[in-house]
């Protein structure tokens, strides 16, 4: 059974740091890992989307890289801004049950101005 | 021009009650989705469609029923309402397959009470 952990669940630090979200996933067999950013009160906006043959998808301040075979991603936020605040989600697609989507619960991140 | 829409934003009603979710997509997509988040954040699978065929059904209760009109609608409908199904619910879509991207609307809050 496909689990997904990300830790730390919270992070706060001042801005213009440079910070790393960890996401880690039991079953190596996978499709793709998506990361996604949700803010309060809000919906999921896409953040990238790493395909199991690809090693890392960068857009803009943001670098996600994945290793499949430890089953881990992680997030890199460079250079943080107050605006970076939000709970960051990852989720992995299944390769069996239709394509599913198995999701973590998130890392709340604060960016302290 | 929104991709994913949901109505309403906000349901308030109370137990018993019987309410609907309606979801639009104009993306082109050929598979739509469900989601439940509770309060611990973590996002649940409900349903999925796949050119109006259901494809997902997970352990979801039969009080849940969706309809997928067309490719792009589809609806969730709840009967007799318990206070267990206040979350946030979310509907995505995206293309078939394992390696397309989902997208998101901005979920519909419900609360019974």
């Known amino acids: 059974k496909q689990e997904v952990t990300q830790i730390p669940a919270a992070l706060s630090v001042p801005e213009g740091e440079n910070l790393v979200l960890n996401c880690s996933f039991t079953d190596s067999a996978i499709y793709n890992l998506q990361w996604f950013r949700q803010d309060p009160g809000k919906g999921l906006t896409s953040l990238l989307l790493i395909q199991s043959s690809q090693r890392e998808q960068t857009s803009g301040r943001l670098n996600a890289s994945l290793d499949k075979s430890s089953g881990r991603s992680t997030l890199y936020i460079a250079a943080s801004q107050p605006g970076d605040s939000a709970t960051y989600l990852c989720a992995v697609r299944r390769v069996d049950s239709n394509y599913q989507l198995i999701w973590g619960a998130g890392t709340k991140l604060i960016i302290k101005p | 021009d929104t991709a994913v829409s949901q109505t309403p934003k906000y349901l308030v009603t109370q137990m018993g009650n019987d309410k609907s979710i309606k979801c639009e997509q104009n993306?082109?997509?050929?598979?739509m989705y469900w989601y439940k988040q509770d309060s611990k954040k973590f996002l649940k699978i409900m349903f999925s469609?796949?050119?109006?065929?259901?494809?997902i059904n997970e352990t979801v209760p039969n009080r849940f029923s969706p309809k997928s009109p067309d490719k792009a609608h589809l609806n969730l409908h709840i009967n007799s309402l318990e206070l267990g199904d206040s979350a946030v619910y979310f509907c995505?879509?995206?293309?078939?397959?394992?390696?397309?991207?989902?997208?998101f609307g901005p979920g519909t809050r419900l609360t019974v009470t």
């Open positions: 469609y796949n050119n109006k065929e259901l494809i």
């Open positions: 993306l082109g997509h050929d598979t």
């Open positions: 995505a879509s995206s293309f078939s397959g394992g390696v397309y991207e989902q997208y």
